[in-house]
């Protein structure tokens, strides 16, 4: 279970290729220029959600209160229909400068019909309960650039592929590195992560454990005050084993971003990640549609208090 969906050092030629041009989007986003090496002013910015999915280093002031509603859908497989959504509900509180704690729930909803593989079903339910932890290391006002470490343990009760019933436990780590590029214009992210965890499918008692490392690139410009729009690029790896053993399937998305501030303390922000490239274990066909969806599209709400 992860916020991308799914809960070996040495590569063959075309995951090498995926991973490099995955790879090749993130790298500019930390690297240049950037009178990045002097201490940054304040911009008056949260780059927390201005690149998509990926997500920028800052956690708010010490005692800020903010709610945030997420809306995560997959969109179609290779045949058939097929819809998820994962609305996700944190209540985020800033304990110190650089610690946050998170508590959230997600509902959720199912409609698929005619898919390999995939049972038909229509569904909608609790999906998921966790809490986020994040400690900023470096923020990138002073240093550098911003590091953020995210923990987010959880329990889920259904599959977010399948839709099917499950019980599951499971983690989710990950790096949340940004930069201002451009000063108080183009601002960069990197996200290293993993996420992994057990699970079984209720009225059975075979447990199965899965993972998922990812990284994802972006770039955001600001064409105006606290309205950005950008790209972003995710490589994801999915594993049968809480390691890198196993390995079943890996995807390419590329898609654009926005952010912008509705008033002083309502901000909207989203993307839509196509994937563009990938390959199932077992499967000659393009694309990993076994394992992903071939849109993923994200839409969010916050609201500072």
Not at 100 to 110: D, I, L, N, Y
Not at 265 to 270: M, N, R, W
């Amino acid at each position: 279970m992860t916020s991308d969906r799914r809960a070996v050092a040495r590569f063959s030629s075309p995951r090498r290729s995926l991973l490099a041009a995955a790879l090749f989007g993130a790298s500019v986003v930390l690297g240049g220029p950037a009178g990045a090496s002097e201490p940054s002013h304040d911009d008056g910015l949260d780059t927390e959600h201005i690149f998509g999915i990926t997500m920028g280093s800052d956690i708010g002031e010490k005692g800020e209160f903010e709610m945030e509603l997420e809306t995560f859908s997959g969109i179609a497989k290779r045949y058939g229909t097929y819809f998820s959504t994962a609305t996700h509900t944190h209540f985020k509180y800033t304990v110190t400068d650089n610690f946050r704690v998170a508590p959230g729930f997600t509902f959720g909803s199912h409609r698929i019909r005619g898919v390999e593989g995939l049972d038909t079903l229509s569904e909608a339910n609790l999906h998921e309960a966790s809490v986020e932890m994040r400690y900023k290391v470096l923020d990138r006002h002073r240093d550098p650039f911003g590091l953020t470490v995210n923990f987010e343990p959880g329990w889920a009760g259904v599959d977010p592929t399948s839709g099917r019933r499950t019980e599951a436990w499971g983690t989710v780590l990950s790096l949340l590195m940004d930069k201002e590029i451009l000063k108080d214009k183009l601002f960069g992210a990197v996200n290293v992560g993993w996420s992994g965890g057990t699970s079984r499918e209720l009225g059975t008692r075979d447990w199965a454990r899965d993972s998922e490392w990812a990284i994802h690139g972006a770039l955001s410009y600001q064409f105006r005050p606290l309205t950005l729009i950008g790209v972003e690029t995710r490589y994801l790896r999915s594993y049968g084993t809480l390691g890198l053993s196993d390995f079943r399937g890996e995807a390419l998305y590329i898609g654009p971003t926005f952010h912008m501030m509705l008033s002083k303390v309502i901000g909207l922000s989203g993307t839509w990640n196509h994937q563009v490239a990938g390959k199932a274990v077992g499967d000659p066909r393009s694309l990993d549609l076994t394992n992903y969806e071939k849109n993923q599209v994200l839409l969010r709400l916050t609201a500072h208090f």
